[in-house]
T-cell receptor, first 121, second 109 residues
C-alpha cells in the first residue's frame, strides 16, 4: 500500500540551528499538508499546497519557517533558526483532493506519514 | 478553531463495543463529520466520514443524529490495538482538517 514518506524520523538540534524536514506524498496526490503537533495536543495545520502553489499558510510562522514544493511532488519544511518551542512532531499528509473544496464525497481523505519528531535543546 | 466537543478520555473493555461521542452543534449543511485516530507515535489514520446518513465500514460505524448536532463512533469489538486518540472533525469535504484535542480511548484486557 502506498504511503507518505517522511525523513528524518527523529531530529535533535540546538536552538538557533537550521533544520529541514522532507516529505514525499503518495503518487498522484495533488494536495500536500504540513502539520505540527505539540505533545498532548491535536495536529495544527502549518501550510497547505495544491500542486506547487501554497493555498494556505496563515498559521506558518514566516519569520522562521519556510516550505516549498517546487515541482509539485515532494516538499521540504525548514526552520531557521530553531527555538525551544519548536520541539514537536511535524506531520506531512497528502490527498487526492483539489482546492478549493469540491464537496465531492470520498475525495477528502488525508493520508499521513509517520512524522518527524524534533527536539530543540 | 475546532468545531467539535469530545470527552478527553474513555475506557473500554476488550471485546466490548466502544462508543465515542462527539458534539458539533454548529455544523453547517455542507459540512461532513470525519473521524481519525492516532496511535501513539504514529500519524493520524482515517476511519470513516458521513454527512447525514449512518455509515459503516470495516473499521467502525458512524451514527449521526437526525439534527446532525452530534454523532457517535462505534468500534463494535474493541481490541487492545484500538487504544489511541480519536478525533472528530467537521469540514467541508476536501477542505483542510482542523483537529481538536480528541478522546483518548484506553482499551483494557
Amino acid at each position: 500500500e502506498a504511503e507518505v514518506a517522511q525523513s528524518p524520523r527523529y531530529k535533535i538540534t540546538e536552538k538557533s540551528q537550521a533544520v529541514a524536514f522532507w516529505c514525499d506524498p503518495i503518487s498522484g496526490h495533488a494536495t500536500l499538508y504540513w502539520y505540527r503537533q505539540i505533545l498532548g495536543q491535536g495536529p495544527e495545520l502549518l501550510v497547505q499546497f495544491q500542486d506547487e502553489s501554497v493555498v494556505d499558510d496563515s498559521q506558518l510562522p514566516k519569520d522562521r519557517f519556510s516550505a516549498e514544493r517546487l515541482k509539485g511532488v515532494d516538499s521540504t519544511l525548514k526552520i531557521q533558526p530553531a527555538e525551544l518551542g519548536d520541539s514537536a512532531m511535524y506531520l506531512c499528509a497528502s490527498s487526492l483532493a483539489a482546492y478549493p473544496p469540491s464537496g465531492r464525497a470520498g475525495a477528502g481523505e488525508l493520508f499521513f506519514g509517520e512524522g518527524s519528531r524534533l527536539t530543540v535543546l | 478553531d475546532a468545531k467539535t466537543t469530545q470527552p478527553p478520555s474513555m475506557d473500554c473493555a476488550e471485546g466490548r463495543a466502544a462508543n465515542l461521542p462527539c458534539n458539533h452543534s454548529t455544523i453547517s449543511g455542507n459540512e461532513y463529520v470525519y473521524w481519525y485516530r492516532q496511535i501513539h507515535s504514529q500519524g493520524p489514520q482515517y476511519i470513516i466520514h458521513g454527512l447525514k446518513n449512518n455509515e459503516t465500514n470495516e473499521m467502525a460505524s458512524l451514527i449521526i443524529t437526525e439534527d446532525r448536532k452530534s454523532s457517535t463512533l462505534i468500534l463494535p469489538h474493541a481490541t487492545l490495538r484500538d487504544t489511541a486518540v480519536y478525533y472528530c472533525i467537521v469540514r467541508v469535504n476536501t477542505d483542510k482538517l482542523i483537529f481538536g484535542t480528541g478522546t483518548r480511548l484506553q482499551v483494557f484486557p
